[in-house]
T-cell receptor
Framework: GQNIDQPTEMTATEGAIVQINCTYQ??????LFWYQQHAGEAPTFLSY????GLEEKGRFSSFLSRSKGYSYLLLKELQMKDSASYLC??????????FGAGTTVTVRA | SAVISQKPSRDICQRGTSLTIQCQVD?????MFWYRQQPGQSLTLIAT?????????ESGFVIDKFPISRPNLTFSTLTVSNMSPEDSSIYLC????????????FGPGTRLTVT
């Protein structure tokens, strides 16, 4: 099975940077995903890491260390619209996703 | 990216009844999944919908309660049977393409309330 941990809540100021950490313990690994979910909406895909290192996509970056079972999502130049839940998910070898509990990020003016 | 639609978007149902949720994708995809998101919680995988054969259920979910069909590569249904208030949740369809794009997408979800 999967054990995926991420912080419950984080608060940051508009324009700042926030880093959301995710640690995992899995029997199989075929990639790590980050999703953004606004209240009442479906998750939307943000990033995917399968090799170690940093993937940058605009204001969002995601990092993976497979040996440490660790990933983070970095949100830069925070905007009010970034207030949402951020979900870390690990894909097992058979393409199923297992999700962490999610991190609620609140951006303050 | 795949465009996924679900019907209905929401429903309020009485205890003991059943509801069938439809998922339609705009392109052929290999993998289709059904997830549940209970209020204030993260997503839990219910089952993998297999084309032309029985779905593969996760621990805690059974076919009698959540029968699933997948007649082709672009369509699937999930039925929530003999509903109770504990089934009140958002049900989401998800798709992925094996061996191709690594991305996995979610439909808009069906918000179910059981009274």
């Amino acid at each position: 099975g999967q054990n995926i941990d991420q912080p419950t809540e984080m608060t940051a100021t508009e324009g700042a940077i926030v880093q959301i950490n995710c640690t995992y313990q899995t029997s199989g690994f075929n990639g790590l995903f980050w999703y953004q979910q606004h209240a009442g909406e479906a998750p939307t895909f943000l990033s995917y890491n399968v090799l170690d290192g940093l993937e940058e996509k605009g204001r969002f970056s995601s990092f993976l260390s497979r040996s440490k079972g660790y990933s983070y999502l970095l949100l830069k130049e925070l905007q009010m619209k970034d207030s949402a839940s951020y979900l870390c998910a690990v894909r097992e070898n058979d393409y199923k996703l297992s999700f962490g509990a999610g991190t609620t990020v609140t951006v303050r003016a | 990216s795949a465009v996924i639609s679900q019907k209905p978007s929401r429903d309020i149902c009485q205890r003991g009844t059943s509801l069938t949720i439809q998922c339609q994708v705009d392109s052929q995809v290999t993998m289709m999944f059904w997830y549940r998101q209970q209020p204030g919680q993260s997503l839990t995988l219910i089952a993998t919908a297999n084309q032309g054969s029985e779905a593969t259920y996760e621990s805690g979910f059974v076919i009698d309660k959540f029968p699933i069909s997948r007649p082709n590569l672009t369509f699937s249904t999930l039925t929530v049977s003999n509903m109770s208030p504990e089934d009140s949740s958002i049900y989401l369809c998800s798709v992925a393409a094996r061996g191709g794009s690594y991305e996995q997408y979610f439909g808009p979800g069906t918000r179910l309330t059981v009274t």
